[in-house]
C-alpha cells in the first residue's frame, strides 16, 4: 500500500473500536505515527501495539471526550512525543435512542456530551497546534442521522447534525492557515455500536439482531452494510495531499440510502 503518510502524526478519538480502529489501521498501513485516543484503555493499548507491528510508532491514550483537560492531556501527550500532530479523526460517539417523549433529560446531555462537545474539544485542540504548524486535517465523524432523521433519535441526529454544524465553522476559522476541517456521514456500518443497537432495537421490535441488520441493508440501494474499513478510506483520502482544496464538506458515505429519502 502507499505511504502517504510516512512520518506524519494522527490522532484519532474513538479509536479502540470501529470506525476509529478502522481508521488508526488504515492510517499505520500508510505509514503513519498513531496515537489512539479513547476511554477504554486496554483496547486502545491493543490497537496500538497492532499499529506498531505494522511498523509505525503508536501509543494508546486514556481520555474522556467530555472532560476539557482529559483533550487537552491526549493532544499534549502526542506533542511531547512528535512534536506536531498531522491529522485528527474525532470519531468518538455513542448511540442512544427513544421517541422523544420517552428520551430523560440526562440521555440528551449525555448524547450531546459526546457526540457533539466532545468533537468541539477535540476540535479546538487540534485547531491550536493546526494553526501554529499552518497545515493539517481535522476530520469529523458525523453520521447520515446528521442529514436525514429518522424516529425515535432526536439525540443522536440532533448531535450528529450539531457535527456538521460545527465542521463548517471550524473550517472557515482554519481555511486562512492551510487547515482543513471536513466530516463524512456513515450509513449503516458494521460496527459494536451498530450491532448492539441491532440487538436492542431489533428486540423492541420482535427481531433478532440479524433480521434487525438485513432490515437495514434491504433500505439501502446497494443491499448491503458498510464495513469500517470503507468509512476509513474516505478519512484518508480527507487526509491527503490530493483534497487540499476541499474543505468546509459533510460527504454522505451511505450506500444511497438519503437518496432515497
Known amino acids: 500500500m502507499q505511504k502517504r503518510f510516512e512520518g506524519q502524526v494522527v490522532l484519532i478519538t474513538g479509536g479502540a473500536r470501529g470506525i476509529g480502529m478502522a481508521c488508526a489501521q488504515r492510517f499505520a498501513d500508510e505509514g503513519a505515527n498513531i496515537a489512539v485516543?479513547?476511554?477504554?484503555m486496554d483496547?486502545?493499548?491493543?490497537?496500538?501495539?497492532?499499529?506498531?507491528?505494522?511498523?509505525?510508532?503508536?501509543?494508546?491514550?486514556?481520555?474522556d471526550v467530555t472532560d476539557e483537560d482529559s483533550v487537552k492531556a491526549a493532544f499534549d501527550a502526542?506533542?511531547?512525543k512528535w512534536g506536531r500532530v498531522d491529522t485528527v479523526v474525532a470519531s468518538a460517539g455513542i448511540h442512544t435512542g427513544a421517541p422523544v417523549d420517552q428520551v430523560e433529560l440526562k440521555t440528551w446531555k449525555k448524547a450531546i456530551d459526546i457526540n457533539l462537545t466532545g468533537v468541539f474539544?477535540?476540535?479546538?485542540?487540534?485547531?491550536a497546534i493546526m494553526k501554529k504548524q499552518k497545515s493539517g486535517s481535522i476530520i469529523n465523524i458525523s453520521s447520515m442521522a446528521g442529514v436525514i432523521s429518522f424516529p425515535a433519535t432526536s439525540e443522536?441526529?440532533?448531535?450528529k447534525s450539531g457535527v456538521i454544524g460545527l465542521t463548517r465553522s471550524v473550517a472557515q476559522d482554519l481555511a486562512p492557515f492551510g487547515v482543513t476541517c471536513?466530516?463524512?456521514?456513515?450509513?449503516?456500518?458494521?460496527?459494536?455500536?451498530?450491532?448492539?443497537?441491532?440487538?436492542t432495537v431489533g428486540s423492541g421490535l420482535g427481531m433478532t439482531a440479524d433480521e434487525w441488520l438485513q432490515m437495514r441493508a434491504n433500505d439501502c440501494p446497494m443491499k448491503r452494510l458498510a464495513e469500517p474499513w470503507e468509512m476509513a478510506g474516505v478519512v484518508a483520502f480527507l487526509a491527503s495531499q490530493d483534497s487540499r482544496y476541499l474543505?468546509?464538506?459533510?460527504?454522505?458515505?451511505?450506500g444511497?440510502?438519503?437518496?432515497t429519502a
Open 37 to 40: 485516543v479513547d476511554l477504554l
Open 43 to 63: 483496547e486502545a493499548e491493543a490497537i496500538a501495539k497492532e499499529c506498531r507491528d505494522k511498523g509505525v510508532e503508536a501509543i494508546g491514550l486514556k481520555c
Open 78 to 80: 502526542a506533542m511531547e
Open 121 to 127: 474539544l477535540t476540535n479546538k485542540y487540534a485547531a
Open 156 to 159: 443522536y441526529s440532533g448531535s
Open 182 to 199: 471536513n466530516a463524512i456521514c456513515p450509513g449503516n456500518t458494521l460496527t459494536a455500536m451498530v450491532k448492539e443497537v441491532a440487538r
Open 247 to 254: 474543505t468546509a464538506q459533510a460527504i454522505v458515505i451511505d
Open 256 to 259: 444511497g440510502i438519503t437518496a
